[in-house]
C-alpha cells in the first residue's frame, strides 16, 4: 500500500533553534518528493521538490534529504523564526505522467516560540 | 504567491442548503483539483479535471460534483449541505503532468450546522 509517514506528529522549538523532521514513504514508482509548508488557514505552499537523482535540495534556510534507496527524507529548518510556526507536510508522487498522482503524509506541527 | 483563488475563504451555512465553492487560476493550467482536509489531517483528493469539459472522481468518495466549462474555473458544488460535509476545501492546479509543480489556493473553510 502506498503510504507516506511524517514524524514528529508535532514540535515545539525556541526560535533560532535547528529542526529537522522526517518522512518515510512506501510509495512505488517513484517520480518526485515534495514539501510543503501550510500555515494554518492557508493552502500549501512548495518549498521544495527533488527527483530520484537528487539526494539534496535548499531552499533559503530549507535543505531537504532524500534518501531513495531507504525511502526517506528529511526537512532540516535552520535558525528557526516565528514566521515558521505551520505544518510542513511531504508529498510523494508515483510517476511523472499525466497519470501521476500524490500521497500525501499528515505533517508535522511546527511550533516556534520566542 | 501562486494566482490561484477560492471564494468564499469562509462559509457557515445551514443543513440542505445549495453551496458553490468558487475557484479560479490564471497560470493556464490544464489540471485543477479539488482536496479535502480534517484538521491535522492530510489532504484528500476528491476531483480532478484533465482540462475543459473533464472532469473525475478522486480517492475520496464525495457528494459534491464539478464542473469546468472554462480552463480557468472550477468550481465545486453540494447540492444538499450537512454537517458532515464540514471540512477545509483546497483547490489547486498544475501542468499536465504530474511531475510539475502543483499550486494551492487560499482554501475555504465550509461550516454546516
Known amino acids: 500500500k502506498n503510504q507516506v509517514e511524517q514524524s514528529p506528529q508535532s514540535l515545539i522549538i525556541l526560535e533560532g533553534k535547528n529542526c529537522t523532521l522526517q518522512c518515510n514513504y512506501t510509495v512505488s514508482p517513484f517520480s518526485n518528493l515534495r514539501w510543503y509548508k501550510q500555515d494554518t488557514g492557508r493552502g500549501p505552499v512548495s518549498l521544495t521538490i527533488m527527483t530520484f537523482s537528487e539526494n539534496t535540495k535548499s531552499n533559503g534556510r530549507y535543505t531537504a534529504t532524500l534518501d531513495a534507496d531507504t525511502k526517506q527524507s528529511s526537512l532540516h529548518i535552520t535558525a528557526s523564526q516565528l514566521s515558521d510556526s505551520a505544518s510542513y507536510i511531504c508529498v510523494v508522487s508515483d510517476r511523472g505522467s499525466t497519470l501521476g498522482r500524490l500521497y500525501f503524509g499528515r505533517g508535522t506541527q511546527l511550533t516556534v516560540w520566542p | 504567491e501562486a494566482d490561484i483563488y477560492q471564494t468564499p475563504r469562509y462559509l457557515v451555512i445551514g443543513t440542505g442548503k445549495k453551496i458553490t465553492l468558487e475557484c479560479s487560476q490564471t497560470?493556464?493550467?490544464?489540471?485543477m483539483y479539488w482536496y479535502q482536509q480534517d484538521p491535522g489531517m492530510e489532504l484528500h483528493l476528491i476531483h480532478y479535471?484533465?482540462?475543459?469539459?473533464?472532469?473525475e472522481k478522486g480517492d475520496l468518495s464525495s457528494e459534491s460534483t464539478v464542473s469546468r466549462i472554462r480552463t480557468e474555473h472550477f468550481p465545486l458544488t453540494l447540492e444538499s449541505a450537512r454537517p458532515s460535509h464540514t471540512s477545509q476545501y483546497l483547490c489547486?492546479?498544475?501542468?499536465?503532468?504530474?511531475?510539475?509543480?502543483?499550486?494551492f489556493g487560499p482554501g475555504t473553510r465550509l461550516t454546516v450546522t
Open positions: 489547486a492546479s498544475s501542468e499536465l503532468d504530474s511531475s510539475y509543480e502543483q499550486y
Open positions: 479535471s484533465y482540462g475543459v469539459n473533464s472532469t
Open positions: 497560470m493556464g493550467h490544464d489540471k
